[in-house]
């Protein structure tokens, strides 16, 4: 792996850009010619991709339109953390062991940190790897598990989806519905059994939950408001602590490289690259556990496998890994592949990496809640486009599927993106605005602001750095916006028109008309526009497993020893589910299928391999 | 939308639970209390990637170093980070840095490729530089190989002082691990 980049002080993300250079002069080699060479050296970014072949930038009105034929948009590869999609082959087992345990858990995240605590609470000896310098993964930063019923709190106020008393055959009848049929119906039903019990068991395990009053999910307990980034890690960290206290081994900064197989077939190992720098051989004698995530953050496993996540996002908000190799592991074992097209995003992803930015952002990073508020959206033939607005209102479970349905709507339309427009006064508009959960801007004056990164407590600031990075762009007429946006002429003047006169009528004649009181006209300089597309935040393809979360291989049998949670595993809403609906995907959302998935590996591990 | 179907029974409850639990204005969701003001909108704090370094011309670095280009390793959030460091008469400039995993857009991905921590070594003249909110663990990384750079300048000193008394070879500035310490922890 070849993964550098060379610091450019001096110069603009723009300037390095617009050169379209290489830094593969690495730092001795600048060395050798003195700091002054050195720091005219050209970085450019994601430079440091995993394998990802250095590519140009391409132009802005390149990058509004897909192939000639309409079908496919092409992102711009060295902007992703990874590029790969090839199998990783697995190990023979090692002469010698350096580490020896009944489970070895991939990845120390939501799924992982359930997994390892699980497995080790029923008696296995457990060794938790981690690739990062900490636990928690991106579970951290998610705001709530949904849950449709048979959590003990939804219970208590008899509350149950479809009906009271919780049924999860009813449940699972309702989901494959929703997914129209193209699901496996035994996995649906171990989600919408086991999810309650799941939650239940993280709650005696020492996380507190909420319910929510909407009572179809669960929030950690001190972390309730829109605003409460890392709300999760009070979920994550009581977790770790559980595995901790139970004896789990947990190796962080310790990447997993490889599977081992022995001859029989049976997975019997996991190799690690600890510290970074060290190849080591842990023995799994009893199974192990891949609960690594997905490949949010590779761009060509998502070509391959999720080919819509690849048109219609425009960023993923997942910043720690996500690049797949668990994935490729299973792959390279000859693991089948489930949940084929299907992902979830929210609202508002920016269009960054077109300009040469990164593909991963933080989600909170100012510029993504300017693109989700109600703007004029329009398509790139001057088409508008509704909002779906995420106050909850009278309406609590709108408000949430609102996040996820904007998506699809920004995510479908001709290209594969969509237009957010509006002009110099648009910071009067925000306060009215008023949106919701993920869409809320930050300000320094918040409770529990310092979990935010610090140039992101201010919201202006990553608004600047879109500015700057000109992909949120800033013109004096409608005309050079319209050009730069990449828009045949005439199709945002005459959006703009129609609209302007809406708003002086006070009403709005769309089909999905903005409420009077967002009719903003857009008449005054400097105008702003800005291409948008879905913000990826889960990959629903992964690995083909059973009920028990066993890996099953390309030949319909078991592969011996490998377990895999979601979402390393596929296969949790079926496959083609745009955005991963019911509730924002698979009955728990996210970060709760993760939960539920490695409480069911760590079982399933346990109950089926350590039995004499 | 199928998913009306839902939505229809999940405000019933909702309807029910308000009634139960009274209705807590202060809940995520909830809206009339969680809603920015116009006035919270507007306040402003100095943007933290924008703050200019104070250049100090006259440092050194701590201690005995020969002249030359080290690069030391240290450990990053998800790969290794390497420091390049020239030093010219006791006085070190961070020439280069590379990474491969840190996460992006949480300021160590950007600290490192705009050089804001080469400018940080440069004023401090060595490894104790101020941590990056939000970056911990790459500030650690790029905190362990400044020092490892360092103690290369240093072991080479060393070497020369030895040399000099015709008892040791110089040692090559070349180092491929880190310290023993690990920032394994935020």
Redesign the interface.
């Known amino acids: ?1 070849d ?8 110069l603009s993300r723009r300037d390095f850009l617009a050169t379209g250079a290489l830094a593969t002069a ?3 080699a ?3 010619i ?2 002054d060479a ?2 005219g ?1 050209e ?1 450019r ?1 994601g430079d ?1 991709s ?1 394998d990802g072949a250095p590519e140009g930038v391409p132009a802005s009105d390149v990058t509004n339109a897909s192939a000639a034929d309409g079908t496919y948009r092409e992102h711009n590869p060295a902007c992703f ?1 990874a590029n790969d999609a090839s199998p990783i082959p697995p190990r023979e087992v090692p002469a010698a062991w350096d580490y020896e345990c009944d489970i070895c858990v991939v990845g120390a995240g939501g799924g992982g940190l359930n997994a390892a605590a699980r497995a080790a609470e029923l008696g296995a000896a457990t060794i938790c790897v981690e ?4 636990h928690g993964g991106n579970a951290q930063e998610a ?2 598990c949904g849950i ?1 019923g048979g959590y003990s709190g939804q219970n208590a ?1 008899q ?1 149950a ?3 009271y008393p919780f049924d999860p055959q009813a449940l699972t009848d ?1 989901a494959m ?2 997914y129209h049929y193209a699901a496996d119906p035994k996995l649906i039903y171990r989600l919408a059994s086991e999810g309650g019990k799941s939650l239940d068991w993280m709650a005696d395990c020492g996380v507190q939950w ?1 319910l ?5 999910y669960v ?1 950690p307990k001190n972390a ?5 980034v890392l709300k999760m890690k009070d979920a994550t960290d009581a977790m770790f602590a559980y595995g901790q206290r139970h004896g789990v081994d947990y190796k ?2 310790s ?1 997993a490289e490889a599977l081992v197989q022995d001859d029989d077939g049976r997975i019997v190992g996991v190799v690690i690259n600890e ?3 060290q190849e080591r051989f842990i023995h799994a004698k009893r199974a192990v556990i891949l609960t690594a995530g997905g490949f949010c953050n590779n761009k060509a496993l998502l070509d391959k496998y999720i080919p819509t996540a690849a048109m219609g996002c425009a960023s993923s908000y997942l ?3 996500e690049t797949g190799e668990c994935f490729r592991m299973g792959l390279g074992v000859g693991a089948d592949v489930s949940g084929f097209n299907s992902s979830a995003s929210f609202d508002g992803g920016v269009d960054w990496q077109a300009e040469g930015g ?5 989600l909170y ?1 100012g510029m993504t809640q300017l693109s989700r508020q109600p703007w004029l959206t329009i398509d790139r033939c001057g088409n508008r486009l509704r909002y779906m607005d995420s ?11 609102a996040l996820g349905d904007l998506a699809t709507i920004q995510m479908t339309p001709p290209g594969h993106r969509s237009y957010i427009v509006f002009d110099a006064n648009y ?2 508009h ?2 009215g605005f ?1 949106q ?2 993920c869409r ?2 930050l ?4 409770e529990q602001i310092e979990k ?10 990553g608004v ?1 750095d879109a500015i700057e990075a000109d992909v949120l762009k800033r013109r004096d007429t409608l005309e050079e916006l319209e050009a730069d946006l990449g828009l045949a002429e005439g199709v945002l003047t005459e959006a703009v028109a129609k609209w302007n006169e809406a708003c002086e009528r006070g009403e709005d004649d769309f089909m999905y008309p903005m409420p009077p009181e967002w009719l903003h006209a857009i008449t005054t300089p400097p105008f702003y526009g800005c291409r948008i597309g879905g913000n990826l935040y889960g990959t629903k393809a992964g690995l083909l497993i059973n009920d028990q979360m066993q890996v099953v291989g390309t030949s319909g049998r078991v592969i011996p020893g490998l377990y895999a949670g979601w979402h390393t595993a596929g296969g949790a809403c079926g496959e083609n589910s745009y955005i991963g ?3 924002l995907g698979s009955l728990m959302g996210d970060v709760g299928l993760a939960f539920c998935g490695g409480y069911l590996c760590g079982t399933f591990a346990v109950e089926n391999e350590m039995g004499d | 939308m199928r998913t009306s179907k839902l939505t229809a029974v999940a405000c019933g409850a909702c309807a029910l639970t308000l009634g139960l639990s009274g209705c807590g204005a202060s809940f995520e969701g909830s809206g009339s209390k969680d809603a920015a003001s116009a006035e919270q909108l507007a306040l402003r704090e100095p943007d933290p990637w924008a703050v200019e370094l104070p250049a100090d011309g006259n440092g050194r670095v701590e201690g005995d170093v020969a002249d030359g280009v080290y690069t030391g390793t240290g450990r990053g959030m998800e790969g290794l980070i390497t420091v390049t460091l020239l030093v010219d008469d006791g006085r070190i400039q961070c020439v280069g840095m590379t990474q491969e995993g840190e996460s992006q857009s949480r300021g160590g991905y950007e600290a490192i490729r705009d050089g804001k921590y080469a400018d940080l070594i440069e004023a401090a003249q060595g490894p104790d530089i101020d941590v990056i909110a939000g970056a911990t663990i790459t500030t650690a990384g790029v905190k362990q190989a400044t020092a490892d750079a360092l103690a290369q300048a240093e072991a080479a000193a060393a070497g020369e002082a030895a040399g000099a008394d015709g008892s040791a070879d110089a040692p090559t500035p070349s180092a491929d691990s880190p310290s023993s310490d690990s920032p394994k922890e935020a």
Do not use: C
Request: glycine share 8%; hydrophobic share 45%.
């Open positions: 792996m993964k550098n980049t060379v610091s450019a002080p001096g690495a730092a001795a600048a060395a050798l003195g700091p050195a720091h050296a970085g970014i440091w995993a953390p690739a990062l310098g900490l705001g709530m449709l106020k509350f989806f479809p009906s309702w519905d929703e909420r929510g009053e909407v009572p179809v929030a309730t408001l829109d605003h409460h962080f900064q990447p510290g970074f720098q910043t720690a890994s990164t593909w991963a952002r933080f990073d106050r909850v209102g009278e309406d609590g479970a709108n408000a949430i599927y910071e009067d925000l306060a008023a919701e959960h809320k801007l300000t320094p004056d918040l935010v990164p610090e140039h992101y407590r201010d919201w202006h600031h600047a609906d019911p509730i």
